[in-house]
C-alpha cells in the first residue's frame, strides 16, 4: 500500500494533559471535517463531468484523503493521538487557498511540478443561454453572464469547489484551506489534506469544526479575495444542478442537529 505519515496538530497542546476521550475527539473533529469536504468534492466531481467538453484526461478532480487517528502510548511522551493518512510528495505539495482568504497568486510555477498542466486553458465552453440558479446572494456569481468563448483553467478548479460548497450548502459551511498535491497522471488529480471548514451557525456555536473554524468571519475573509472564474458560473448553472442534489439531504439538512448529538 501507500507509504503513511502520522501527523500531530499544531493544537495538540490544548489536549496534552486530558483523557484518552479528549485527545480521540480532539481528532476526530479534524477527520470528521475531511470527511465531510470529500463527500461535497464527489458531488463538485459529479458536476464536472457534465460540463460540456469535460475531458477526464485534461481535467483534475477533488480527492480528500482518508483519515485515522492513532493512539500512540510512550514511556516518555505519554499518551498522544496522531492523524495518519497517505504520505504526500513534500517536492509538489502546495495550498491553492488558506482559511483566511490568501489565495495562490499567478506567480511562476516553472519550477513547480504541474506547471504546464495548472496554467494551461482546457477546451471546456460555456453554455450562455441555460437559466441560472435564482440565487440572490451577493456572493453568489451563478446569474452572471458567460460567454461562449469563455474557457477555466485547471488553476480555478480549487477556487471554484471552495465557493461550490457555500453555494451547495445553502450558505451553511465553506470548505477552503485547500492544500496538497496535483497529480498530473492520467487521470489527473487534486490529491487534498487537511481542509477547514467554516460553518455559519444560527445558534450563534462557535469552532463546530475545530479551532480552524472561523464562521461568518472566515466565509467573509474567502469572499474578500475571491474571483470568479467561469467555472464558479458553469458549475452552478441550472442544467447540472440536479446531479447529486439527492446527497444534500443525507448529510447536510439538520447539521447543526447532528453536531450536537454526536458523540465520539
Given amino acids: 500500500g501507500p507509504k503513511l505519515v502520522a501527523k500531530e496538530s499544531r493544537f495538540q497542546m490544548d489536549v496534552s494533559n486530558t483523557d484518552r476521550k479528549e485527545i480521540e475527539r480532539f481528532h476526530k473533529t479534524f477527520c470528521d471535517t475531511q470527511e465531510r469536504a470529500q463527500r461535497l468534492a464527489e458531488v463538485f466531481n459529479e458536476r464536472l463531468e457534465k460540463i ?5 484526461h485534461t481535467t483534475p478532480k477533488i480527492l480528500f484523503l482518508e483519515c485515522s487517528v492513532y493512539i500512540v ?12 493518512g497517505k504520505q504526500l510528495d513534500p517536492k509538489k505539495y502546495k495550498k491553492w487557498n488558506d ?10 510555477f516553472e519550477n513547480r511540478a504541474g506547471y504546464d498542466m ?3 486553458p482546457l477546451d471546456v465552453f460555456a453554455e450562455s443561454d441555460e437559466e441560472s440558479e435564482d440565487d440572490s446572494s451577493e456572493d453568489d456569481c451563478s446569474g452572471d453572464k458567460v460567454e461562449d468563448d469563455e474557457v477555466f483553467t485547471v ?3 480549487p477556487q471554484a469547489f471552495s465557493h461550490f460548497t457555500y453555494t451547495y450548502t445553502k450558505r451553511k459551511l465553506l470548505v477552503c484551506d485547500l492544500q496538497g498535491v496535483l497529480s498530473t497522471t492520467t487521470p489527473p ?7 477547514v471548514i467554516h460553518f455559519m451557525s444560527r ?7 475545530g479551532r480552524t473554524d472561523r464562521g461568518y468571519k472566515g466565509r467573509n475573509g474567502f469572499f474578500r479575495t475571491h474571483k470568479c472564474s467561469p467555472l464558479c458560473r458553469m458549475i452552478n448553472r441550472r442544467w447540472i444542478r440536479k446531479v447529486g442534489e439527492h446527497q444534500r439531504s443525507s448529510h447536510l439538512d439538520d447539521l447543526e442537529e447532528q453536531i450536537s448529538n454526536v458523540a465520539f
Avoid at 460540456?52 to 477526464?56: A, L
Avoid at 482559511?99 to 511562476?108: H, I, S
Avoid at 488529480?189 to 481542509?195: A, I, K, S, V
Fill in 52 to 56: 460540456p467538453g469535460y475531458d477526464p
Fill in 73 to 84: 502510548n510512550d514511556k516518555n511522551l505519554g499518551t498522544m493521538g496522531v492523524l495518519v
Fill in 99 to 108: 482559511d483566511c482568504g490568501a489565495v495562490d497568486g499567478q506567480n511562476p
Fill in 118 to 120: 495548472m496554467h494551461a
Fill in 155 to 157: 488553476a480555478d478548479i
Fill in 189 to 195: 488529480l487534486f490529491e487534498l489534506t487537511d481542509p
Fill in 203 to 209: 445558534r450563534k456555536m462557535k469552532s463546530i469544526f
